[in-house]
């Protein structure tokens, strides 16, 4: 049965509510349960974590500072900086003026990134690809960038998109390609304005010039693939940088190995063995003239041959590569 009041409490209840000891909104916003704030942008990628992210970055580092260095002809050093989460409008209004935007498709991913460039990073670009002396000098009227330096600045994107299609590549094949070169922020939309980026700084340095760029993913691009980049424990291994592969492949190269050549074989007792004493002849089979041999390498079959004599040392001539599965 329903709990019915008594006139006592139904009286002893009314009196706390005229002299305020009970406030029924709140009593009744206990009984309904409480609303708890939940901020939609919460979540890890709110904070610039992207599980596994941060190694696609670390492989492009190391495939750009040679491409770059070989374009440029000048000593690169590439630096990390950290990834951070904006809500595009507000990563907009955080840019440099001027500032240099490649803009760029990730196939097969939905929706553009962006590159953005600093313009002491532009004009030290252009500098060492004229042949410059290393030292740019920096506009001071914060001048916009002219056609030429975006064509040269556009030849050193398409270097970049080509390194980080390798470092995609061990967690998930694609293919990028540049849209457009924009100066005005204003003119970019790569996504709404309050849809969220992941951004990653890089400082790059060029002899003695420091400059900076920014990547910038949206969030929804990367969010078909974000099983992948947690499942990628492994991932840092299966990038092989190129360098330590060439000389690991040249070390082998000059590894000693054992070689032998099988005369023949027999089979005896082990009784047979122990009675064996100096001047007790055994037989081995494929001993004949013109029957070939087995070479073994480090105790592998791989070679056959014929045995022989040249210049006073017995020799074994190669006939054939020993066919084996695998």
């Known amino acids: 049965m329903e709990n019915i009041l008594t006139k006592e409490e139904i009286d002893a209840l009314l009196s706390a509510v005229f002299e305020g000891k009970i406030d029924p909104e709140k009593e009744l916003s206990k009984e309904s349960g409480g609303v708890s704030n939940y901020n939609l942008f919460s979540s890890d990628s709110s904070k ?4 596994n992210l941060d190694i696609i970055y670390d492989n492009f580092i190391r495939y750009n500072r040679a491409s770059l260095s070989n374009r440029l002809r000048k000593i690169v050093e590439i630096k990390k900086g950290g990834a951070r989460a904006f809500k595009f409008d507000d990563f907009l209004q955080t840019l440099p003026s001027p500032v240099c935007l490649a803009i760029y498709k990730i196939d097969p991913l939905k929706g553009a990134a962006m590159i953005a460039f600093d313009s002491t990073l532009v004009f030290a670009i252009v500098d060492a ?23 040269l600045v556009e ?9 980080m299609e390798k470092a995609w590549a061990p967690l998930h094949q694609t293919h990028m390609s540049m849209l457009k070169m924009e100066i005005n922020p204003r003119m970019v939309s790569i996504v709404p304005p309050d849809y969220m980026v992941i951004t990653m700084s890089l400082q790059i340095q060029i002899e003695e010039t420091v400059g900076n760029l920014a990547f910038v993913l949206p969030y929804m691009t990367i969010d078909p693939i974000r099983d992948k980049l947690k499942a990628g424990a492994q991932f840092d291994m299966m990038a092989v940088d190129p360098r330590w592969s060439y000389r690991l492949s040249e070390e082998l190269l000059e590894a000693p190995l054992e070689i032998s050549v099988e005369m023949g074989h027999a089979q005896i007792t082990l009784a047979d063995l122990l009675h064996l004493t100096p001047g007790d002849t055994v037989m081995l089979d494929n001993v004949r003239s013109g029957n070939e041999l087995m070479i073994t390498v480090g105790g592998v079959g791989k070679l056959l041959g014929l045995p022989g004599v040249r210049g006073g040392n017995k020799a074994v001539q190669v006939t054939k590569l020993v066919e084996r599965g695998g």
């Open 48 to 51: 610039g974590y992207i599980p």
């Open 129 to 151: 690809i004229l042949g410059g002396t290393g030292t740019p000098k920096i506009p001071e009227n914060n001048r916009s960038f002219t056609s030429i330096e975006l064509r």
């Open 155 to 163: 030849k050193i994107v398409k270097d970049m998109l080509a390194d």
